[in-house]
């Protein structure tokens, strides 16, 4: 069956605008978590949407980083004012539970110059 | 003390040799430990897990040994193959907390 698909695979984009990464999870699964991999830093969690419940955003590092999602299934994290530091791969996993297993999408790799 | 500390953090093992990556952890709440498996372009895939009740688990060519005792945990890829060649990570939860804290992965390379 269908993955998690992460939309668009690439974006480059100027300091200073706002960027929208797209992830479809996998059908059913109530659990969907964004990650940030930045090189040489492992996976850094940012946000976990579960069912209805109030999505836990401990992870993200700063006010410009907000994440929605709708309907319970897609999601979409936006980056306001980004900066050359934002750059990295945008990672989207989703679980069917939302314990053990997660199932990563490809990312979304982000340059900001 | 939710870190989880991998090493080395790049290994190059030639075919047929046995590839071993460690991972530490201090918080002894951490009670399910997988690895995941990365190849270029691609998201981490789930290769194999392990809880605290058992030592060792092993599926195929990969063992993962755990310590509790140490707070230590490895991942042993026996008769390594070029096709190994990824980026391992290890990882660690909390019961019943969703999200997996990352160890901060390890470049395997194995040559022919």
């Known amino acids: 069956g269908a993955g998690v698909s992460q939309s668009p695979s690439n974006k480059v984009t100027e300091k200073g605008k706002d960027v929208e990464l797209r992830c479809d999870p996998i059908s059913g699964h109530t659990a969907l978590y964004w990650y940030r991999q930045s090189l040489g830093q492992g996976l850094e969690f940012l946000i976990y949407?579960?069912?209805?419940?109030?999505?836990?955003k401990s992870g993200l590092p700063s006010d410009r980083f907000s994440a929605e999602r709708t309907g319970g299934s897609v999601s979409t994290l936006t980056i306001q004012r980004t900066q050359q530091e934002d750059s990295a791969v945008y990672l989207c996993?989703?679980?069917?539970?939302?314990?053990?297993?997660?199932?990563f999408g490809p990312g979304t790799r982000l340059l900001v110059l | 003390q939710q870190q989880v500390k991998q090493s080395p953090q790049s290994l190059i093992v030639q075919k047929g040799g046995i590839s071993i990556i460690n991972c530490a952890y201090e918080n002894t709440a951490f009670d399910y430990f997988p690895w995941y498996q990365q190849f270029p372009g691609k998201g981490p895939a789930l290769l194999i897990a392990i809880r605290p009740d058992v030592s060792e688990k092993k599926e195929g060519r990969f063992t993962i040994s755990f310590n509790k005792s140490a707070k230590q945990f490895s991942l042993h890829i026996m008769d390594s193959q070029p096709g190994d060649s990824a980026t391992y990570f290890c990882?660690?939860?909390?019961?019943?907390?969703?999200?997996?804290?990352f160890g901060k992965g390890t470049m395997l390379l194995v040559s022919p």
């Open positions: 949407f579960q069912g209805n419940s109030a999505p836990d």
């Open positions: 990882a660690a939860s909390f019961p019943g907390y969703s999200t997996l804290t």
């Open positions: 996993a989703s679980s069917p539970t939302g314990w053990e297993t997660q199932y």
